[in-house]
C-alpha cells in the first residue's frame, strides 16, 4: 500500500510479471487481551518517534516519477532469473548502511525504526531459505535484515519489520485470490517467511504489516493463526492491524488522523517527501521543513498517537539524502529542549480547547500540566488566556525553563462560560526563545485536570 500502487502495478507488468488491483474491505475479528495489551505497548507510549526506511528494488526507479516513463526493460530473451537479477542490480548497500540509518535516527530523537523487509514486489531482504529472490543471493549481497538488527541493538533502538503481504513476484501471489491450491502455497510461504523472520534475529519488537492484497480480508490470510504463531516465537511483540485484523494498533498514512478513541492506539506514518516514499533526489521545497514536522509532533501528541517519519535510502549506497539528514538534526535539536512535551505519556486536551489564547496557540497535555505550542511568537511580552477554569500553580518556558508571572482576574460569566478567570501570562521575551525552529512551547501547571 505504501509506495505508488500505479507505479507497482507498471513494474510488475514491465519486469517480473502482471497484477490487477483488488479492492481491499477491512475487517475485525478480535481485540487482544487488554492488559497483555498495556504490558507490550507501554515503550510505544513513551517513545511516540520513530524512523520508517523504504529500501528494496523500488528505490531504483525514482525517474519515473519525473518522465511517468518506465525504466529500460531487461535485455531481449533474457530469462527469468536474469531478469531478476537485472531488477535488483542497481541495490548495491554499502555494509555501513545500517549503522547510518541508526546513528541519524538516533541523533534525531527518535526511538524505533521500521525497515522494509520485504515490499510488493517479493525481494526477501534477509538469508531466507524459502526463495533464491533475496539480498544473499543477487543485488546486495548480504543479509541486510541481520545487519539492520545489529545496528539496532548497538544504539538502544527498538527494532521494527516492515513486510509486505502482498508479493507480485511469488507464483502464487495474484492467483491465491481465486484458486484454493495457490492461496495454501501462498500462505505457507507467507507463514514461512514470516517464521524466519521471528526466530533467526533475537527480540523484534514490531511486526508492521502492508499490501493485504489481494485476499480481502483477514480470514483468507488465516491471520489470527499467523499473528499467534508470531506470538508465540516473539512475547512482547506489537503488531499492526494490516493484516486485516484487530491486534495492538493502527496507522494512518500520508495524514494525521487520530483514533475516535481516547484509549486506542495509533501512529501516523509520514513521508518525507510529501506523498513519495522511496529515494527521490528532488528539490528542498518538496521535503517537509523541520517546523512542519514539530507542528506534526503537536498534532500527533494532541491525538496521543506517534509519528513514524519516513526517509528513502540511496539504491546506491543505503545512506539517507542530505535533505533528510540536513532536517532530521535540526529536529533532533529541536527536541533536546523540547522533548518533555513529546516523550511519554500523554493525553487528549478537548477540556483545553475551551481556553483561548491571543497567541494562535494550540493546547496539548500530560495530566495536570498543559502545553501551550506557539508556532508564532508573541511580541507583546505576555499571552493572554481567557476561560480558564481551576488554579495555576506555575508557567515557565520549555524552550530555556524560564518562568513567567501569573496575574489572574475573576472573568465576567456568559451564557456559555460561567465561573472562569482571566489569565495573563507575563514576562515573555520579545524575541522567540527557541533559535533552532523559532517554534516554542509553554508549560503551565494546573492544581486540578485543566480546563
Excluded at 527518535?110 to 526463495?131: A, P, Q
Excluded at 507467507?190 to 499490501?211: A, S, V
Excluded at 513521508?271 to 518538496?286: I, M, Q, S
Excluded at 494550540?362 to 506557539?374: I, M, P
Aim: net charge neutral.
Amino acid at each position: 500500500m505504501i509506495f505508488n500502487r500505479v507505479l507497482v502495478l507498471c513494474l510488475a507488468a514491465a519486469i517480473l510479471t502482471g497484477c490487477q488491483s483488488e479492492t481491499i474491505s477491512s475487517g475485525s475479528t478480535r481485540c487482544p487481551d487488554r492488559l497483555a495489551r498495556d504490558e507490550r505497548m507501554e515503550w510505544f507510549r513513551d517513545a511516540r518517534y520513530g524512523m520508517f526506511v523504504h529500501y528494496g528494488p523500488f528505490s531504483q526507479w525514482y525517474d519515473w516519477y519525473v518522465s511517468k516513463t518506465l525504466p529500460n526493460k531487461a535485455p531481449e530473451g533474457a530469462t527469468p532469473e536474469q531478469r531478476k537479477r537485472w531488477y535488483v542490480a542497481g541495490l548495491t548497500p554499502q555494509r555501513d548502511f545500517a549503522r547510518h540509518l541508526a546513528r541519524t535516527a538516533k541523533a534525531a530523537g527518535m526511538k524505533y525504526i521500521v525497515f522494509t523487509t520485504k515490499h510488493h514486489e517479493g525481494f526477501v531482504l534477509w538469508d531466507t531459505k524459502l526463495t533464491e529472490f533475496n539480498s544473499m543471493n543477487m543485488g546486495p549481497g548480504f543479509d541486510m535484515v541481520a545487519e539492520y538488527v545489529k545496528a539496532c541493538r548497538e544504539e538502544g533502538l527498538k527494532i521494527g519489520f516492515y513486510y509486505s503481504l502482498w508479493d507480485f513476484n511469488h507464483p502464487d501471489g495474484i492467483a491465491s485470490k481465486h484458486d484454493d491450491a495457490s492461496r495454501r502455497r501462498f500462505l505457507d510461504y507467507t507463514q514461512g517467511l514470516l517464521r524466519e523472520l521471528m526466530t533467526n534475529y533475537g527480540k523484534i519488537d514490531i511486526l508492521w504489516y502492508d499490501g493485504p492484497s489481494p485476499l480481502g480480508y483477514g480470514g483468507e490470510w488465516e491471520a489470527q493463526k499467523m499473528n499467534a504463531m508470531v506470538r508465540r516465537l516473539q512475547p512482547g511483540i506489537i503488531i499492526n492491524d494490516r493484516s486485516l485484523t484487530a491486534e495492538d494498533f493502527t496507522c494512518s498514512e500520508g495524514h494525521i488522523s487520530a483514533t475516535l478513541h481516547p484509549d486506542s492506539d495509533w501512529e501516523a506514518c509520514m513521508p518525507f517527501h510529501h506523498k513519495l516514499w522511496t529515494w527521490y533526489p528532488a528539490d528542498y521545497k518538496n521535503y517537509y521543513t523541520p517546523r512542519d514536522i514539530v507542528d506534526m509532533f503537536r498534532q500527533i501528541v494532541a491525538g496521543t498517537g506517534n509519528l513514524l517519519m519516513n526517509v528513502g535510502p540511496n539504491p546506491a549506497t543505503g545512506h539517507i539524502g542530505n535533505v533528510e539528514l540536513e532536517r532530521l538534526a535540526v529536529v533532533g535539536k529541536w527536541l533536546e529542549a523540547h522533548g518533555e512535551a513529546i516523550y511519554g505519556h500523554v493525553d487528549r486536551p478537548e477540556a483545553l480547547g475551551f481556553i483561548t489564547n491571543d497567541a494562535g496557540g494550540f493546547w496539548t497535555r500530560k495530566g495536570n500540566t498543559a502545553y501551550l505550542w506557539l508556532p508564532k511568537w508573541p511580541g507583546g511580552g505576555k499571552i493572554v488566556l481567557e476561560n480558564v477554569h481551576g488554579k495555576l500553580l506555575s508557567a515557565s518556558i520549555v524552550t530555556n525553563g524560564a518562568k513567567l508571572g501569573i496575574d489572574r482576574a475573576p472573568q465576567a460569566d456568559t451564557e456559555t462560560v460561567k465561573n472562569a478567570s482571566r489569565v495573563t501570562l507575563t514576562g515573555l521575551p520579545k524575541k522567540c526563545p527557541d533559535a533552532v525552529c523559532n517554534y516554542a512551547i509553554l508549560k503551565i501547571q494546573f492544581e486540578t485536570y485543566p480546563r
